[in-house]
T-cell receptor
């Protein structure tokens, strides 16, 4: 079955380290998204991509970057991790604008 | 900027009750609206997608309605069960397929 996976599921890192969270989908969807979920703020969009070599900033993109070298993967990089980036991160994909988004299981990141 | 509000924030009902969860949004120029379920510590499971041209969608005991002009959607759950206990999230999609989420309604169905 087609699916969307995220790795790692849990990660603890130190302030200032570079961290990369992986997202992989097997549906061949063009659109991919990264969200973070925090108590009191709900889910907010970090970055998104409409296809290979396309990336765009979302509502809370500062301190994050993404790259899209193929259809299946959209890794999220924290350039220099900060305690404010402790959160649960969700990746999602969608075939297009008129379709629903499908979410991965999430990565819980703790920055100490 | 699109803002999405869900009321109530939490709801506790006895098993068997029919219930309604509410979602409102400020910008009516939406492409679609999606309802999700999230269990504690888990990801989001899509329940229903309503296109902007539709008035409602049904899946089993779930029925979602959309009134785009007034900026409102409701999720109706019939004959609630303890297994329905979860957080329910409403999200709207504007141009670009990007979702704006509400804060969620935490539902507890007591046996």
């Amino acid at each position: 079955d087609a699916e969307i996976t995220q790795s790692p599921r849990h990660k603890i890192t130190e302030t200032g380290r570079q961290v990369t969270l992986a997202c992989h989908q097997t549906w061949n969807h063009n659109n991919m998204f990264w969200y973070r979920q925090d108590l009191g703020h709900g889910l907010r969009l970090i970055h998104y991509s409409y296809g290979v070599q396309d990336t765009n900033k979302g509502e809370v993109s500062d301190g994050y970057s993404v790259s899209r070298s193929n259809t299946e993967d959209l890794p999220l990089t924290l350039e220099s991790a900060a305690s404010s980036q402790t959160s649960v991160y969700f990746c999602a994909s969608s075939p297009g604008e008129d379709y629903e988004q499908y979410f991965g299981p999430g990565t819980r990141l703790t920055v100490t | 900027k699109q803002e999405v509000t869900q009321i109530p924030a939490a709801l506790s009902v006895p098993e068997g009750e029919n219930l309604v969860l509410n979602c409102s949004f400020t910008d009516s120029a939406i492409y679609n609206l999606q309802w999700f379920r999230q269990d504690p510590g888990k990801g989001l499971t899509s329940l229903l997608l309503i296109q902007s041209s539709q008035r409602e969608q049904t899946s089993g005991r779930l029925n979602a309605s959309l009134d785009k002009s007034s900026g409102r959607s409701t999720l109706y759950i019939a004959a609630s069960q303890p297994g329905d206990s979860a957080t329910y999230l409403c999200a709207v999609s504007n141009a670009g397929n990007m979702l704006t989420f509400g804060g969620g309604t935490r539902l507890m169905v007591k046996p």
